[in-house]
C-alpha cells in the first residue's frame, strides 16, 4: 500500500518556527513528508534532519524530498539526543512534532491501528517489538482496565477488560475485528447506539504498544535543551493527554517567579526559560476541516526558547 498521509496544520505548524536559512531544523515526525518538505523550502542550506520510527514512512519521505538533501532518521523522537549526538549535531534552531498516528497507517488495515477492518492485532509504529496481541492476550485483567481508563479515558474500562479476559480464556484474541466485537458486547446499548464505543480503547492499546506518553515527556525534555536562543518548537497533538502533558510542559518552562503574592521579594529565583508563541492552541479552519476531517482534533502549539 503507498504511504500516504495528509499533514494537518501544515502551514501554522512550520510558519510556527520563524524558520532562519542556513538553520538546523528537526522534523520529529516524518510521516509522508508534508511538513519536511515545507521546512526544506524554506531552509535554503541549512540541515534539516528527519525522525520516525516508521521504516515505511521513512522511504515515502525520501521520495517526497527528492531534490532536496534532509538527513533521514529510523529512530524514535525520544532517542533525538542521542541521534543527533552520532550526526555531530549539538543544537538546534527549530523542531517540530506532528503527534499521535498517521493517516497511512489508520488507512492500511494490515498495520492493525484501525477498528473498521478485520486485520493482525499489531499498532506497532516501528514494527518491531511488543504488539497489541501481545497486551490484549498477555497483560492481567487489573492492567488492562488500567490502561483503557488511563489511555483511553474510557469509563466502561472495567467491563471491557472483564470482556477480553472471558474471551481469551476460550481462544486468543488474534484480530482487530475479533477486539472490536468484545468491546461493543461490553459497553451499555446506548452508547453503542450513539457513536463507535471502540475508538478509546484502541487508542489506549496503542499507546500502550508504542509507549507514546512516556516518548513524548523524554522528547519535550531534550528537544528543548537542544534548542538555541529564540529557537522554536512547534507541537500538534490530537488527544487531551497528548495535550495535557504539551500544554503543562510548555506552561513549566514559561513560568517564572513561583514565590506566594505575598512574598515581598522573589526567593525561589526561577525566570521563565521560554515564551508562548501561541497563546491559545491553533486549530484546524473551516477549509481544512472539509478537505481533512481528522484535523477537527488537531491543535498546535508553539514556544520559543529564551
Known sequence: MEFSHKSVLLMPAVDGLDIKPGGIYADCTAGGGGHSLEIAKRLGNGTLV???????????????????????????????????????????????????????QLDDPERGFSFHSDAPLDMRMSGEGMSAYDVVNEYPEDK??????????EKFARGIARGIADARAAAPIKTTGELAEIIKRNVPLKVRKEKNPCRKTF?????????????????????????????????????????????????????????????????????PRAVQITKKPITADEAELAENPRSRSAKLRVIEKI
Open 50 to 104: 528527519c525522525f520516525d520510527r516508521d521504516k515505511e514512512a521513512i522511504e515515502a519521505a525520501k521520495k517526497r524530498l527528492e531534490g532536496y538533501s534532509p538527513v533521514f532518521v529510523n529512530r524514535n523522537f525520544s532517542e533525538i539526543k542521542d541521534a543527533l549526538s552520532v550526526l555531530g549535531i549539538d543544537h538546534l534552531d527549530g523542531a517540530l512534532m506532528d503527534l499521535g498516528v498517521s493517516s497511512h
Open 144 to 153: 488492562l482496565a488500567e490502561i483503557i481508563f488511563a489511555y483511553g479515558e
Open 203 to 271: 487508542q489506549a492499546i496503542r499507546i500502550e504498544v508504542n509507549g507514546e506518553l512516556e516518548a513524548l515527556e523524554t522528547a519535550l525534555d531534550d528537544i528543548f535543551e537542544l534548542l538555541s536562543p529564540g529557537g522554536r518548537l512547534s507541537v500538534i497533538t490530537f488527544h487531551s493527554l497528548e495535550d495535557r502533558i504539551v500544554k503543562q510542559k510548555f506552561k513549566s518552562l514559561c513560568e517564572g517567579c513561583t514565590c506566594p503574592k505575598d512574598f515581598p521579594v522573589c526567593v525561589c529565583g526561577k525566570k
